[in-house]
């Protein structure tokens, strides 16, 4: 069974930083690309960054370039998602996806594009920034 575990979410003040972690489980861990994508309310989901495991060709939205980085873990199963200077419009339930088709996934969907794409998906972690 495959499993994907966020954790890192929290509160933080405008300008502080969170470092998101997605531990993945019963997955060839180098066959996927792993996403991270976030959901604020009345808003739809949103593809944040994603990275191919074994290329390492990633992905950035542009409301996040020079602030948040990821970065994967072969050894250690875990794909992170560093985020600085958080804005209160990074306020959202924080999602990371897995999904073998790695560089259709980076290059496309998470970039917005198409209607499918994640195989697995995690449970989500709140990120809460306050002004």
């Known amino acids: 069974e495959v499993q994907l575990v966020e954790s890192g979410g929290g509160l933080v003040q405008a300008g502080g930083s969170l470092r998101l972690s997605c531990a993945a489980a019963g997955l060839i861990f180098d066959d996927y690309a792993i996403g991270w994508f976030r959901q604020a309310p009345g808003k739809e989901r949103e593809g944040v960054s994603c990275?191919?495991?074994?290329?390492?060709?990633?992905y950035y939205a542009d409301s996040v370039k020079g602030r948040f980085t990821i970065s994967s873990d072969n050894a250690k199963n875990t794909v992170y998602l560093q985020m600085n200077n958080l804005k209160p419009e990074d306020t959202a339930v924080y999602y990371c996806?897995?999904?073998?088709?790695?560089?259709?996934?980076?290059?496309?969907?998470?970039?917005?594009?198409?209607?499918?794409?994640?195989?697995?998906w995690g449970q989500g972690t709140q990120v809460t920034v306050s002004s």
């Open positions: 996806a897995a999904d073998p088709r790695r560089r259709p996934f980076v290059d496309y969907y998470c970039a917005g594009y198409g209607s499918s794409g994640g195989d697995y």
């Open positions: 990275i191919d495991n074994t290329d390492r060709i990633t």
